[in-house]
């Protein structure tokens, strides 16, 4: 009898504590979740990681405000190996299993258009990391590109070349046209030709090559052949330094050069192309110059700087890293203002809606895209060595194209400025 | 596109100094397929491996890339000999070399993906060569001394090797060791340890290879993928086990890709490549100059 009142008290006493805590563990907060596939190894990684420690910043900064609507934010996020087989499985995770509360997409358009079905399966807002007319096919109305393509990607995203190469004096006559056999080059060489017949300009050179190509050389002395006045390049970074070192090497005679070359906005490969950069037209989302300066973004590079190093992502950070923190931006802003998660209310808000971030203003239209686009041209000029401070100053990277943004004017040809 | 005779001769010289690269590439796969019948599917992340090497020792010291590979092939050597203790014992010595082993080797390459990406990031990763840019220039044909100076070495080290592997009492034994491994001991020689050493030396040339790889393109760790069906496909078409015909093939390669790139368009490369090695297997199965 004794020992069954002993053991009456021992779980009673049990039972006592145990009420007391389940305030605690009922009250504890949880998490906003987000979710994402991004490019942490194989060949886009570069950027994918710079994006996460964007991400990251953004995160940490809004957690120690106290979070959205009083919660936390969490970033849930798998490595999708810059495989888009990997995509959809990923999302399917993510939304399934992790019950993530929101997502954005991965790096790059190979890695968003697997996941379109995903998303629009579950009803869920998406926003996309740096993709070229991802919606056009799908038209979902709760898909908004943070990268600044515009209405038309197809074209908006390229016509700054064209628009700068056509002040050249003469005026162009032919072009070439080459990008790599992949999804991206597929819609900028697209675009390029659109451009050229609207231009007037007689296409002499129009071939695509497979991405695993080791030796460009024969591909520029092709080029070369026809003698084009322009030379518009779609390549992802290993071909992009395969493509210059070869124009270089080769001598290639034109009076612009350059185009939709992925990579040359990134650290890694500025401070290994070097000199071979200067003369070269290339697009850009953000250069330090005084035509876009602004709110914020010096702030956000400034902590970005030091601690990509420390994690060896890209360190300059002027392409992805900004419009990743963007994106965030405008996901927590649209979060709190809705006071919810409804996917619904938050596109519905998100379309109607300027948002002023640290890449500037960010207004959508119907399809998702920019409603004014803002991809600029530069022209690299006056880039001595490999080393990268250079690029963190106005100079090295003059804004030829849109007019709004131009901080100089395009020196032509192309092998003068190289040399 | 009109056919010039120089724009012909820069795709035959560019395809010949994309060639040297090939072989350099595959010689390694020569030896541990074609002699010892190991499908070392591994060998284009040992490749990758000796580009971070060089890359590790040219940004640190300022070494010469070549000079570094040079330096790091007994450290290669020592690399490539314990795998193949480790395959031995665990596979070859059961007879399970078949599947398992090639499962030992894949594992073996994501292994040395990871730990790359763990140590150097995912950047790309370049060197630094005073021969890294300039071109040589021969009337209308442009040598780019970037794809001259892994040629050139390329072939001096397969020159070097045919030499060890006809002339030395090791290198013929190693030559013996896939055709009849009981006469082989019958000559007093061990074939665990000819093997060995066979494995050793394929390993090795990854060291030279990677650092010509990574002079001629920038490099990141998984970029060895998209070496393991070319690698393969240029030791069969030279036939298995033949230096010699590893080099023809390889030259022809590239100079097939080069001239299918410049005359009918760089997307028809891969098409071509892989069509003339249908053909020539068709015609002759062991290969250009297999036995």
């Keep these: 009898m004794k020992r069954l009142l002993g053991r009456m008290r021992i779980w009673l006493g049990a039972s006592v504590m145990l009420a007391a805590l389940a305030p605690l563990t009922a009250g504890a907060v949880e998490p906003i979740k987000i979710g994402f596939g991004m490019a942490l190894t194989g060949g886009l990684a570069g950027n994918g990681k710079a994006a996460l420690v964007a991400m990251q910043i953004w995160a940490e900064e809004v957690n120690a405000k106290g979070g959205l609507l009083g919660r936390p934010v969490k970033l849930v ?39 379109m079905p995903i998303i629009m399966q579950h009803g869920m807002t998406f926003i996309g990391l740096f993709g070229l007319d991802v919606n056009h096919q799908f038209h979902y109305d709760r898909f908004f590109q943070i990268q600044p393509n515009g209405e038309d990607p197809k074209i908006s995203s390229i016509e700054g070349f064209f628009q700068a190469a056509m002040t050249a004096k003469p005026t162009p006559k032919t072009v070439a046209i080459v990008g790599a056999d992949a999804e991206y080059p597929k819609v900028a060489t697209e675009g390029a030709r659109e451009i050229a017949k609207k231009d007037g300009l007689k296409i002499v050179y129009d071939r695509s ?8 050389t024969p591909i520029v002395h092709a080029i070369q052949a026809t003698n084009p006045d322009l030379v518009y390049v779609a390549s992802y970074p290993p071909d992009t330094a395969g493509m210059v070192r070869a124009a270089h090497e080769v001598g290639l005679k034109a009076e612009v050069f350059g185009g939709g070359m992925i990579g ?101 239209a119907a399809n998702g895209e920019w409603a004014t686009p803002r991809v600029i041209f530069v022209q690299y000029r006056g880039i001595k060595g490999n080393d990268l401070e250079q690029f963190k100053k106005e100079g090295t990277a003059v804004i030829v194209a849109p007019a709004k943004y131009k901080t100089g004017d395009l020196v032509t040809p192309y092998s003068a400025v190289q040399h | 596109m009109e056919v010039s005779l120089d724009l012909l001769l820069s795709a035959v010289v560019a395809g010949v100094l994309l060639g040297g690269f090939y072989a350099a590439v595959t010689v390694g796969i020569s030896i541990s397929f074609g002699m010892l019948d190991i499908v070392n599917i591994a060998h284009p992340a040992f490749i990758i491996l000796g580009a971070y090497a060089a890359y590790f020792l040219n940004s640190s010291f300022g070494l010469d890339p070549i000079l570094t590979a040079v330096i790091m092939l007994p450290v290669f050597y020592v690399l490539g000999a314990g795998v193949y203790q480790v395959y031995y014992a665990v596979f070859e010595r059961r007879g399970d070399e078949a599947l398992r082993g090639l499962a030992f080797f894949f594992g073996l390459l994501f292994i040395i993906e990871v730990a790359l990406v763990l140590v150097f990031g995912v950047d790309y990763r370049f060197v630094e060569a005073s021969y890294i840019g300039p071109t040589w220039r021969w009337g209308e044909i442009d040598l780019p001394l970037r794809m001259l100076v892994p040629f050139v070495v390329s072939m001096v080290l397969v020159g070097l090797l045919q030499l060890y592997l006809s ?54 760790p998984s970029i060895g993928r998209d070496y393991i069906g070319r690698v393969f496909a240029i030791a069969v078409l030279g036939g298995l086990g033949s230096f010699p015909g590893m080099v023809t093939a390889a030259l022809l390669l590239g100079i097939v890709e080069s001239i299918t790139a410049t005359f009918y368009g760089p997307s028809w490369s891969p098409a071509v490549s892989f069509g003339v090695l249908l053909l020539t297997l068709a015609f002759r199965p062991s290969g250009i100059m297999g036995r």
């Design chain 1, 77 to 115: 996020y798998y490595d999708d190996q810059t495989n888009p087989a990997l995509v959809p499985g990923i999302y399917s995770k993510l939304l399934d299993i992790d019950k993530v509360d929101l997502v954005v997409s991965g790096y790059g358009t190979n890695l968003q258009a697997p996941a």
């Design chain 1, 209 to 216: 090559y497979p991405p695993s190509t080791v030796d460009y």
């Design chain 1, 264 to 364: 040359l906005q990134f650290a890694a490969l500025k401070q290994q192309l070097g000199e071979m950069l200067n003369g070269i037209v290339c697009y850009d989302m953000y250069v330090p110059s005084s035509t876009m300066n602004f709110p914020g973004i010096t702030q956000f590079l400034a902590k970005y700087q030091p601690r990509a190093k420390a994690e060896g992502a890209d360190q300059l950070g002027f392409y992805l890293p900004p419009f990743a923190y963007a994106a965030m931006q405008v996901l927590g802003q649209a979060v709190e203002t809705t006071k919810g998660l409804d996917q619904k209310k938050l596109a519905a808000y998100m379309h109607a809606t300027t948002f002023h971030t640290v890449v500037g203003d960010i207004k959508w």
């Design chain 2, 167 to 220: 002339r030395t009492f090791t290198g013929r034994a190693i030559m013996a060791v896939s055709q009849d491994r009981l006469a082989l001991q019958l000559m007093s020689a061990n074939p665990g340890r000819i093997k060995r050493v066979a494995f050793g030396i394929s390993i090795a040339t990854a060291s030279l290879a990677g650092a010509f790889l990574i002079i001629i393109q920038p490099v990141e």
